[in-house]
């Protein structure tokens, strides 16, 4: 029976492991993690990460071809393949700090591989990582192998969260690089059998490592890179009347621009997104080719300016203070669908609030009042560590109230803030908020969800993203 182990009981390591699970049942899968908390909540009924569909999956193989195991060095050294899907962070201090990826937690899983193993490896680079990552790899392993044999391969996940399981049932490919050497051909085939279990082989790509590794961090430039623009364009529509809404969908009638991915909001977040990009930025500006980092570097500037430009709009349209204003904050998770927050953009809108001395009462389905308090005192990337070695309890913010009812959110609030585009705000009682909000009151739509002629017919002032302003907000122009 094939093993395989997977290093990383993440958002990635642990549905994609439940997948191959489920459909191989001839392949033993070990989730491992150095997180006791991560091991111990994937082994029980409350599953570390919210994902639909992703419990069922996971009930139907635990136990049987499915483990989850802080005993790393056991189901290592057992594995005929191993994926490494850790943390690749931002470098914060040194060489490369805010743009390059931090490494560490890839070359220790290399040098405990290294340590362990006792039979040839097939090591699959599932982190997203430099290119180039599998030549330092390569070295880590070679210069400590004892007579171990290693065959690298670049294997990058593109699932997205909220969707993953879907992602996973029917991928739009799945992307194998490896060495051009025979041995390397045959990882890559050894690979390609496990996805063949399900995925059709057309749609199984077989590339150099060096193509592998940057087709994955070209692919979230190319995504982010859309959304960048439809929310550049967005500040134009507000300027000239335009709808961004309209604009997208004509736009994307397009058949070679396509309709996906043209959605408007408040910005872009998400733990991949930001930092990959700042890694292409980065191995760019190593490589001399400063046009081209620059380039790239314009995808976040434009989502900067776009997060700033919704907390400024909310500021100024609410006669330039929010001073000891309450806003409810309708959303907290990057994306709906999950409870992941990481570089949310709620974050850098609820921090922008905050220094203008708002007090907020934040809602979000899936984002518990600890995980809130956390992000908003963390300090930029430490939060793309495994959990234990995040900072320890960060101070809470006073101003911040975690609620769990989105009507008491919203009772008192001078003015609603949606920043995830969870269903169920498409459906409340609006005419029931506003009668409990001071007058006037706002409604600021970062996902536009909501239907801005029908709030305004209760009496709201809204501002949608990219949609045409009315009278009170062109009047209160955004600096
Ligand atoms: N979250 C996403 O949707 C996607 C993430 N990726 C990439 O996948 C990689 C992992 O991302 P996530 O799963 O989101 O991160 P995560 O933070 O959810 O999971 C990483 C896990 O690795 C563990 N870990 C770190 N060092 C370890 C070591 N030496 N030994 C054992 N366990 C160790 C951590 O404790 C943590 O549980 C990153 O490179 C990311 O860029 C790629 C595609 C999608
Ligand atoms: O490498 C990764 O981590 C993953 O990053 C993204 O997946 P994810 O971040 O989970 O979610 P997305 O659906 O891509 O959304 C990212 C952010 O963009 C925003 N977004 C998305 C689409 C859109 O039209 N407009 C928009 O503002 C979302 O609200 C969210 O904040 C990619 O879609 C995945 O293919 C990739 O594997």
Not at 93 to 105: E, F, I, N, Q, S
Not at 246 to 270: C, M, P, Y
Not at 328 to 355: H, N, Y
Request: proline share 4%; hydrophobic share 40%; glycine share 6%.
């Amino acid at each position: 029976m094939v093993k395989i182990c997977c290093i990383g009981a993440g958002y990635v390591g642990g549905p994609t492991m439940a997948v191959i699970a489920l459909k191989c049942p001839d392949i033993e899968v070990a989730v491992v993690d150095i997180s006791v908390s991560r091991i111990t909540a994937w082994n029980s009924d409350q599953l570390p990460i919210y994902e639909p569909g992703l419990e069922d999956v996971v009930k139907s193989c635990r136990g049987k071809n499915l483990f989850f195991s802080t005993d790393v060095e056991k189901h290592v050294s057992e594995a005929d393949i191993i994926f490494v899907s850790v943390n690749t962070p931002t470098k914060t201090r040194g060489l490369g700090a805010g743009k390059a990826a931090d490494l560490t937690y890839w070359e220790s899983a290399a040098r405990m591989i290294a340590d362990v193993s006792k039979s040839d490896k097939i090591v699959v680079e599932k982190s997203t990582v430099p290119v180039k990552t599998a030549e330092a790899i390569e070295k880590i392993l070679t210069h400590n192998s004892k007579g171990v044999n290693y065959q690298i391969l670049s294997n990058p996940e593109f699932l997205a969260e909220g969707t993953a399981i879907e992602d996973l049932f029917a991928p739009d490919r799945v992307l194998i690089g490896g060495r051009e050497t025979p041995d390397g051909q045959r990882a890559i085939k050894a690979l390609k059998d496990v996805y063949a279990h399900w995925v059709p082989e057309e749609r199984i790509l077989c590339t150099n490592l060096w193509s592998a590794e940057l087709s994955k961090l070209a692919a979230n430039a190319f995504l982010a890179q859309r959304i960048s623009s439809v929310n550049a364009m967005s500040a134009l529509c507000e300027s000239t009347g335009a709808d961004v809404a309209q604009v997208s969908h004509a736009v994307g009638k397009d058949t070679r621009i396509g309709h996906k991915f043209l959605n408007s909001s408040v910005g872009f977040g998400g733990s991949c997104f930001q930092k990959d990009i700042l890694n292409l930025v980065y191995i760019c500006e190593c490589n001399g080719l400063l046009e081209v980092a620059n380039y790239w570097k314009q995808v976040i500037k434009v989502n900067d300016y776009q997060k700033n430009r919704f907390v400024n709009r909310i500021v100024s349209s609410m006669f330039n203070t929010v001073s000891g204003k309450k806003i409810a904050i309708l959303g907290f998770a990057f994306k709906k669908d999950t409870g992941d927050t990481r570089e949310t953009p709620a974050i850098d809108v609820c921090k922008g609030l905050l220094g203008d001395k708002a007090n907020l009462s934040i809602y979000d389905p899936q984002v518990t009042e600890e995980q809130i308090q956390r992000d908003l005192s963390m300090n930029k990337f430490d939060w793309d560590h495994p959990v234990h070695l995040q900072p320890m309890s960060p101070s809470s913010v006073k101003q911040v109230s975690v609620v769990w009812d989105v009507y008491e959110a919203a009772k008192g609030a001078h003015g609603l803030c949606i920043l995830t585009e969870w269903d169920e705000f498409k459906n409340l009682d609006y005419k029931q908020i506003y009668d409990n909000m001071p007058k006037p009151a706002f409604v600021f739509d970062g996902r536009n969800v909501v239907d801005p002629h029908k709030l305004r017919e209760i009496g709201f002032i809204v501002y949608s993203i990219g949609k045409p302003l009315d009278s009170w907000l062109k009047d209160m122009p955004a600096v």
